[in-house]
């Protein structure tokens, strides 16, 4: 492992290339999507099990492709989920009944992947990005971001399952008991495993390489316990791969949560050859092993990107925080259709301003914080901001806020709720949904 002082130069950088990037539009990501692959439509409806397209070499590529990146190309790729396009950006696309946009207060940006799991069944999203059929050398080091969101009644297994990440399986070693030898393949998807009670899900690397037993290495992201996610929130996700020197203990797997450092592990040796590179991408999400999903379930994600170290160069390399990007959260109070004015107050450790909602209460009514003159208030301390209000009949007010939660009081609570993010909470709840800021 690092010495402390690595770990501590590396616990301060985020990998180039996260900042203010995050809501794009679907037209500036086809827009650079375009300079390199054209009106792609390879898109290849899996029946099987995972990794059954692997041993049969992905059949054909389509004949529509009309331009493609030079093999030179440092990877820079960004596929968001804003409409069924982003099926035309995997190089492979499996299980799409399985997947749907979806939008409003569900969604991180606009517009968001749901991935659903019957009750019972084992699959949930299988979809591949391989570099060298969209025209880039396969790289041996990689960058990678997604948003994920576990609902609060999702429902993990003691084994868990997996979520997307980078392999090398060259359709013969690395996945479902193929077990690596540092010649025939390897992997680095993400895994999903039981939190540290029920409202957590703890994120990890399910590693296949040449020091491996049986089944894959199961790591979890525990530094600063930034793995252990909490659910009904959305987290941002950063891995790093790099490719061991052959025959040598050298390779490289890092991870980020939510801008915090996660994991670092740098003695893997993923390979004894050089004809192993970082050959696809899998946007895997599935119980398993062959473990089924409990009940109906669904796991929800955002704006995917993959690059290489030095495709972003002069970008600026922090990532202040999660809510930098999606600004802030959503906090509403929600009266009860026929209810008199209802008063309430809370405290924030970070800023805090008026906002409007962009979904509306029960009763058809706007949530819109400020509307009360002299009543609706914010203020800011030396410490913290100070701020409430009050509304009635069904109406809302809302605010942005940027920073934890530190208390909130309703004065009579029996005519009023809370929102997070558009997701009734708790006092409690949304105390601790924002304390990791």
């Keep these: 492992m690092a010495s402390d002082e690595t770990e501590e130069a590396a616990s301060k950088k985020v990998p180039t290339g996260l900042n203010k990037e995050i809501t794009e539009s679907i037209e500036d990501d086809n827009k650079q999507t375009s300079q390199r692959r054209l009106n792609r439509r390879s898109v290849l409806q899996l029946t099987g099990g995972i990794g059954m397209a692997l041993a049969g070499g992905y059949g054909v590529a389509s004949a529509e492709e009309l331009a493609t990146p030079s093999a030179d190309s440092e990877v820079d790729v960004k596929i968001g989920f804003n409409d069924r396009s982003y099926t035309d950006k995997f190089t492979y696309v499996g299980r799409a009944e399985n997947n749907s946009i979806i939008n409003g207060k569900h969604a991180y940006s606009d517009k968001s992947l749901s991935v659903k799991f019957a009750e019972g069944d084992h699959y949930g999203t299988d979809m591949r990005y391989r ?72 994120v990890g690397w399910y590693c296949y390489h040449a020091d491996m037993g049986t089944w894959g290495s199961n790591w979890a992201w525990s530094k600063n316990e930034a793995g252990n996610v909490l659910k009904g929130q959305w ?186 993010n558009g997701e009734k909470v708790t006092t409690e709840q949304l105390i601790e949904r924002t304390a990791w800021q």
């Design 131 to 202: 570099f060298s059929e969209e025209g880039y050398s396969e790289p041996e080091t990689l960058y990678f971001r997604y948003y994920v969101y576990f609902p609060q009644d999702f429902e993990v297994v003691e084994n868990g399952g997996k979520l997307p990440g980078p392999v090398g399986t060259y359709g013969t070693a690395g996945w479902g008991g193929r077990q690596s030898d540092g010649t025939n393949g390897w992997s680095a998807r993400m895994s999903f495993t039981p939190g540290s009670d029920s409202d957590h899900v703890q």
């Design 235 to 420: 987290h941002q996700i950063v891995g790093e791969v790099k490719m061991n020197t052959p025959e040598e203990n050298d390779g490289v797997l890092r991870g980020w949560v939510n801008g915090d450092f996660a994991f670092e592990k740098t003695d893997i040796r993923f390979r004894d050859t050089t004809d192993l590179k970082i050959q696809d991408f899998w946007f895997d999400n599935y119980y398993g092993g062959s473990w089924a999903s409990p009940s109906d379930n669904e796991v929800r994600f955002d704006s995917l990107r993959m690059w290489t170290e030095s495709a972003n160069e002069t970008t600026d390399p922090t990532l202040e925080s999660i809510d930098s990007d999606n600004k802030g959260h959503t906090v509403a109070f929600i009266s009860e259709e026929g209810s008199s004015t209802v008063n309430y107050d809370f405290t924030s450790g970070g800023s805090v301003e008026f906002t409007t909602a962009s979904y509306e209460t029960p009763a058809g009514k706007p949530i819109e914080g400020g509307t009360w003159e002299g009543v609706d208030y914010i203020e800011e301390g030396s410490e913290v901001v100070m701020a409430g209000g009050g509304t009635g009949e069904g109406y809302g007010d809302a605010y942005l806020v940027t920073g934890p939660v530190l208390n909130a009081t309703i004065r009579t609570p029996d005519d009023m709720w809370i929102e997070l």
